[in-house]
């Protein structure tokens, strides 16, 4: 469990006073807003691509139809393709411990298991300094 965070030099709120520091401040912000309005935007046709997009499908399969061919000469091909899972520390640890608890295991493998059990809980961390707004 994390330790309750003490108020440090870094916590404290200062005014701004220097009018660059206030215009980037401010540009900063209206970056911000502009991001999250086209991030909107790009959302909302994403969602609008993926229902046409089914309906092309659900045609395509019903009549059979693997390929079409397009006005501009390239074409929309109904492919299946196929992709693994990502391996996570999560799922790595679970697959290990299932693995260790069997009694086929020896002493010696189950040892190695448990650290690189341990190695997962403990890897490395990254630390990063990013602005947040709220």
């Given at each position: 469990m994390d330790a309750p965070k003490t108020p440090s030099?870094?916590?404290?709120v200062t005014e701004l006073n220097d009018p660059?520091?206030?215009?980037?401040?401010?540009?900063?912000?209206e970056f911000k807003s502009q991001i999250k309005t086209y991030q909107k935007k790009i959302n909302e046709l994403k969602t609008a691509q993926k229902l046409v997009e089914n309906e092309i499908q659900k045609f395509?399969?019903?009549?059979?139809?693997?390929a079409m061919k397009l006005n501009d000469k390239s074409e929309l091909k109904l492919t299946t393709r196929?992709?693994?899972k990502s391996v996570t520390p999560k799922w790595m640890k679970d697959?290990?411990?299932k693995v260790s608890t069997?009694?086929?295991?020896?002493?010696?493998?189950k040892s190695m298991m448990k650290e690189i059990i341990s190695k997962i809980d403990n890897r490395p961390t990254t630390s990063k300094e990013l602005l947040v707004h709220k």
């Open positions: 030099s870094s916590d404290e660059l520091v206030v215009r980037n401040v401010e540009r900063y912000l395509m399969k019903s009549n059979d139809i693997p196929e992709s693994k697959e290990l411990i069997s009694k086929d295991v020896s002493d010696a493998t």
